[in-house]
């Protein structure tokens, strides 16, 4: 195994993201990522060029830069599926991960009776368990929740005694945001489906950091946030399978997803397109394109082993403090830790009096820390321009902080 500690590690990509250069200057160093990422030169020139050359709605005008616009959005969609590997009719875009589960937390409704179960895992992000409790209690169905092992793991053999005949649907996270373990999903989801379960991945961090693709899982839906993707807020995406997507009804009414509407009824167009009402987020959608080209450019297995390195650094720095206390051991990208004896927002104070932006508090899984015992965590989260200098200056402010406060 490669020793990283000694290392030092600095990023190609880090000069793309202007972000990263004006944040240095202030002496401030990024670690947040898993919350949203900066964004490459790539993604805000294509905003400029956008705004600059003329705004036009999708799917409506008759005029040149309708025309174009239109063209450039559904290129968008098409770079999306490319993402994940899917084609373009798979693809429905939403504001986020967020309101893509939402939504099929709405349109799986009539598929849960009484007494169904509703499988989702004990480390959910509030964006996967709460649509999914609302729907139990309105159903009045059983929202089970698979078990973790004590280093934080997925209880694999409690998994499998939980989904059941009785499963309707399983909705999972591919990537913790709190412990940055890999859930192993695609036999769960396997086994969902041999009960005829509809199947859901959460893919807001795996998006970002893993190579699986929602076929190569097998599921039925899988959603993202462009935001976490080096994309702009504001838009997301659904990608379901076409049976999966016929399954679903119009979930919000009114222009673009109609086909023909009279004043006492109106036909809708066909799935997937009828669940995408209104005028879309067009800008970030044609930015979100960019960034993700701009990826696609690049060495994407360059970039996961920069990210592993980093991350095996992060590990060792903390192995060598003996008051820092894992959540976890991560697979990928991010570590929550707690310090002995201090609360984790007085030592994010004094992370950030000296530059250092992370994340302090239950990173919207209150449940999960419930579970694990502990009040709060500070987290770490890393990405492709972070380097060894953002990790210096992160253990240095650290061990400053921990000398006022111990
Ligand atoms: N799921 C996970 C695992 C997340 O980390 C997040 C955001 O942090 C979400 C869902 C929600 O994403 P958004 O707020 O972009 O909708």
Redo the contacts with the bound molecule.
């Keep these: 195994m490669t020793d990283y500690s000694a290392v030092r590690l600095q990023s190609p990509w880090r000069k793309d993201f202007p972000a990263l250069t004006h944040l240095r200057e202030h002496n401030q160093t990024y670690l947040d990522s898993?919350?949203t990422s900066q964004k490459p030169q790539a993604m805000i020139d294509n905003l400029r060029d956008y705004y600059q050359q003329g705004a036009a709605n999708v799917h409506r005008g008759q005029y040149w830069r309708a025309d174009t616009v239109t063209a450039a959005f559904e290129r968008s969609r098409e770079q999306v599926a490319r993402w994940l590997g899917a084609s373009a009719e798979q693809i429905v875009f939403t504001r986020?991960?967020?309101?893509a589960l939402n939504l099929l937390a709405y349109q799986l409704e009539s598929h849960v009776q009484p007494d169904d179960e509703i499988v989702i895992s004990a480390l959910e992000?509030h964006?996967?368990l709460l649509p999914w409790q609302q729907l139990a209690q309105r159903r009045q169905a059983r929202l089970v929740v698979l078990p973790l092992t004590a280093e934080g793991r997925l209880d694999e053999q409690a998994a499998h005694a939980l989904i059941t005949e009785r499963t309707r649907i399983l909705a999972i996270?591919q990537l913790?945001?709190v412990l940055g373990v890999q859930l192993p999903i695609k036999a769960l989801i396997q086994r969902a489906k041999s009960f005829g379960a509809w199947t859901v991945v959460?893919g807001?961090?795996g998006a970002v950091h893993l190579p699986e693709t929602p076929e190569s899982l097998g599921c039925d839906f899988y959603a993202l946030?462009a935001?976490?993707l080096y994309g702009p807020e504001g838009i997301?995406a659904l990608y379901g399978r076409a049976e999966a997507f016929e399954a679903l009804t119009p979930w919000q009414f009114g222009g673009e997803m109609v086909e023909q509407a009279q004043y006492q009824k109106a036909q809708f167009r066909a799935m997937p397109m009828a669940l995408e009402a209104g005028t879309p987020a067009i800008g970030p959608a044609l930015g979100w394109a960019a960034s993700l080209s701009y990826l696609q450019d690049q060495d994407l297995t360059a970039i996961a082993q920069h990210e592993h390195a980093l991350l095996q650094q992060l590990l060792a720095g903390f192995a060598r403090r003996p008051h820092i206390q894992l959540l976890a051991k991560p697979d990928h990208a991010l570590a929550s830790f707690i310090v002995s004896g201090c609360h984790s927002h007085d030592v994010s104070q004094l992370l950030s009096e000296q530059g250092v932006s992370l994340r302090s508090g239950r990173h919207?899984a209150h449940p999960l820390f419930q579970a694990l015992g502990h009040p709060s965590a500070l987290r770490v989260s890393l990405a492709l321009y972070n380097d060894s200098d953002d990790l210096q200056h992160f253990f240095c402010a650290l061990d400053n902080a921990l000398e006022l406060l111990q």
């Design positions: 898993a919350a986020g991960t967020t309101e992000h964006a996967n996270s913790s945001n959460d807001a961090q946030s935001h976490k997301g919207c």
